[in-house]
């Protein structure tokens, strides 16, 4: 068992500024996540042989995986293309 002392002195040398840090971030990403059109507008996921659907009117993605076809929902919601750049363009 340690002393007294020792665990101060442990406890004294910890940093865990960083792991706060990790947390922080952590949290800003589920917050991201959250606002995705793809989890607020809830749209229809269909999967039509090895391709996945994602559709809300007239608003469509479509990958190989359900994690690709959301994404390109959100893009094709806000009118970008997968290398962010606006499908008028």
């Known amino acids: 068992m340690l002393s007294k ?5 442990i406890i004294a040398n ?8 990790i947390v922080k971030q952590e949290c800003l ?7 995705r059109p793809f989890i607020l507008l809830k749209p229809k996921v269909d999967k039509i042989g090895g391709t996945w ?3 809300y009117g007239d608003i469509e993605g ?5 994690d690709k076809a959301s994404r390109a929902f959100d893009s094709a919601f806000y009118g970008t293309n997968s290398k962010g750049k606006t499908n008028d363009n």
């Open 14 to 21: 910890c940093d865990f500024s960083h792991y706060a840090e």
């Open 5 to 9: 002392e020792a665990e101060n002195r």
């Open 62 to 66: 479509i990958g190989d995986t359900p």
């Open 29 to 35: 990403n589920v917050t991201f996540e959250m606002q």
């Open 53 to 55: 659907i994602v559709s």
